[in-house]
Nanobody
C-alpha cells in the first residue's frame, strides 16, 4: 500500500501544544525526505518542517523555529510534528508529504506524495 495518514489535529487555546502524527506505508517511509506543510484559507501552502534520512538533517521555516520539532519513529513508520506555544497564526490544515527532493526541502513542488491533512485551530 502507498499512503500517508495524518492524525492529532484539533482545537486548542493559544499557548497550548499538539503533536501531529503521520503514519506511512513502508514504501513512502523509505523516501529520503518526509515533511510537514500547512495551508490556511486563502493562503499559499507553506513548508513547516522536513526531515532527511531519519534525522540526519532537519529543516524548519523561520516562523516555527524554537517551537516546532519534527521527528521519526522507524518502528512505527511514523513521522511526528510536536507543536508547542501555539499561536492563532498557526491555524491551518497540516499535510504530511514524502519525496526524494532535488532542491529545497520546504518547497511544496518537491513532493509527489501527500496525505489528506489534519486541521489545527488555535483560539485567542
Amino acid at each position: 500500500q502507498v499512503q500517508l495518514v495524518e492524525s492529532g489535529g484539533g482545537s486548542v487555546q493559544a499557548g497550548g501544544s499538539l503533536r501531529l502524527s503521520c503514519a506511512a506505508s513502508a514504501y513512502l517511509y523509505s523516501m529520503p525526505y518526509m515533511a510537514w506543510f500547512r495551508q490556511a484559507p486563502g493562503q499559499e501552502r507553506e513548508g513547516v518542517a522536513a526531515i532527511y534520512r531519519g534525522g540526519l538533517r532537519t529543516s524548519y521555516a523561520d516562523s516555527v523555529k524554537g517551537g516546532f520539532t519534527i521527528s521519526q519513529d522507524s518502528a512505527k513508520l511514523t513521522v511526528y510534528l510536536q507543536m508547542n506555544s501555539l499561536k492563532p497564526d498557526d491555524t491551518a490544515m497540516y499535510y504530511c508529504a514524502a519525496g526524494r527532493v532535488a532542491g529545497l526541502p520546504l518547497d511544496r513542488y518537491e513532493y509527489l506524495y501527500w496525505g489528506q491533512g489534519t486541521q489545527v485551530t488555535v483560539s485567542s
